[in-house]
Structures are given as C-alpha cells and as structure tokens.
C-alpha cells in the first residue's frame, strides 16, 4: 500500500510539471542551457528535475497563479536581453492555452536563466547554476566592486563535490549545487520501479481474488 501511494505522489507530481508546462509557449521543449540537446522539464524552477527554489521566471509565474499573457509574455524574467515570448517562440505575445501553437518552435531558450550562461552579468546573477565543465569568467566585476570567480566545473574528477563560490569583499558564500541530470535519471528510475511493482501487487491482488472464488475452501485461510 505504501508503494502504491508513492506511485500515485510520483505520478500526481508529473502531471502537476506537465500542466505547468501547458501553460506556456513550447513548454516542453525548453532548452537546458548547460546542454542545449536536452530539456527543462522543471521551468520555474533552479532545479533542472523541478522542486525547490524558483528561478526568476518561476517567481514571475508564480506556481499556476499567473497565465500567460502580454503582461508575462513581454517581461525579460532573467534579464538577458529577451523577453519570456522571444525566448519561448512566442515573440508577438500571441499564443494562448488551448489555441494556435506558437509561432516559433526553433531556436527557443531559457526565459528563468540569464544566456550566455558565461557571460559575467549572468554569472553574477545566477551563482545557484551548476553547469558540467562550464565556467563564468573570474575577471569580471559588478557593482560596488564585488569580484564573481568562477563557477567551479566538477570535471572527470567523479569524486570532487561540484560547488559554485561567489566571493565578495564584505562575505563569502559557498553554494554546493547537484548535478541534476542524475537527478532526474533516478526520478524515472524509481517511478518506472514503482509503476512495476504496484502493476504486479495489483494483478497479485486480481489473481487472490479469483482463486477464492474459484475455490471456496481458500475463503477459509
């Protein structure tokens, strides 16, 4: 019974991803910046598997409280020069849920992550987002003559814990970040273990039931 509840939270919890991503432009297909030949299921949020902090276009959407509209459409949500419509495919504000496709479904990026992802303006924005072997430029310098250093890559060191260090003149903070492809990959892992194993508790149950009535001296045990 156990299994078959988590089974049920694990399910309820795609759905819940894929409604969040119905509700906007290409909502399926937006890119990972760290890799673009692969997706972003969790979209509002720093994780790239979903759950946890928002990014700034999460903050913006607020769960499913706001739709899509011209208002979210034309804002520039991680501040990267496009707005959340260019980034989406949907660059007039024209798409709405349930209607037409977008107009673009090509060259999309993300709208709650700052691109270039390298660029020293982003770095500085964004010192939650582990990237595998990318790294921000340490030269750069932001206001009041804070110093970004790089966003330390984990590289073929399998061992080394990858951490991303924002160092300032006034603190030093230390983000230790996952790498949420493995993540993700352990998600669908154990949903697909559990669909089985409660697929099999179910036919146990269906086959228990049939033998009693087939055989009534089995009511008895």
Same mark, same amino acid.
């Given at each position: 019974?156990?299994?078959?509840?988590?089974?049920?939270?694990?399910?309820?919890a795609v759905r819940c991803y894929q409604s969040?991503? #119905?509700?906007?432009?290409?909502?399926?297909?937006?890119?990972?910046?760290?890799?673009? #030949?692969?997706f972003w299921p969790g979209v509002g949020h720093?994780?790239?598997?979903?759950?946890?902090?928002?990014?700034?276009?999460?903050?913006?959407?607020g769960g499913i409280q706001v739709q899509w509209?011209?208002?979210?459409?034309?804002?520039?949500?991680?501040?990267?020069?496009?707005?959340?419509?260019?980034?989406?495919?949907?660059?007039?504000?024209? /798409?709405?849920?349930?209607?037409?496709?977008?107009?673009?479904?090509?060259?999309?990026?993300?709208?709650?992550?700052?691109?270039?992802?390298?660029?020293?303006?982003?770095?500085?924005?964004? @010192? /939650?987002?582990?990237?595998?072997?990318?790294?921000?430029?340490?030269?750069?310098?932001?206001?009041?003559?804070?110093?970004?250093?790089?966003?330390?890559?984990?590289?073929?060191?399998?061992?080394?814990?990858?951490?991303?260090?924002?160092?300032?003149?006034?603190?030093?903070?230390?983000?230790?970040?996952?790498?949420?492809?493995?993540?993700?990959?352990?998600? @669908?892992?154990?949903?697909?273990?559990?669909?089985?194993?409660?697929?099999?508790?179910?036919?146990?149950?269906?086959?228990?039931?049939?033998?009693?009535?087939?055989?009534?001296?089995?009511?008895?045990?």
């Open positions: 019974m156990k299994i078959f509840v988590l089974l049920l939270a694990f399910l309820s969040h991503q #119905a509700r906007i432009p290409n909502g399926i297909r937006v890119p990972d910046p760290c890799n673009s #030949a692969q720093q994780k790239k598997a979903g759950g946890g902090s928002r990014n700034p276009f999460g903050v913006l959407m509209g011209r208002s979210v459409c034309e804002t520039d949500s991680d501040g990267d020069g496009r707005t959340n419509g260019e980034e989406l495919g949907d660059p007039n504000c024209q /798409w709405s849920m349930g209607g037409n496709p977008p107009a673009l479904s090509t060259n999309l990026s993300h709208p709650g992550i700052c691109e270039p992802i390298t660029s020293p303006d982003c770095c500085a924005k964004q @010192t /939650w987002l582990y990237c595998h072997n990318i790294v921000c430029d340490k030269s750069s310098e932001t206001d009041g003559g804070d110093i970004v250093n790089e966003i330390i890559a984990n590289g073929s060191d399998s061992s080394t814990t990858p951490v991303s260090t924002v160092t300032s003149d006034r603190s030093t903070t230390i983000v230790t970040s996952r790498n949420d492809d493995t993540v993700a990959t352990v998600f @669908t892992i154990l949903g697909i273990t559990a669909a089985v194993i409660a697929f099999l508790f179910i036919l146990c149950l269906k086959l228990n039931s049939k033998l009693r009535r087939r055989c009534p001296e089995l009511a008895r045990i």
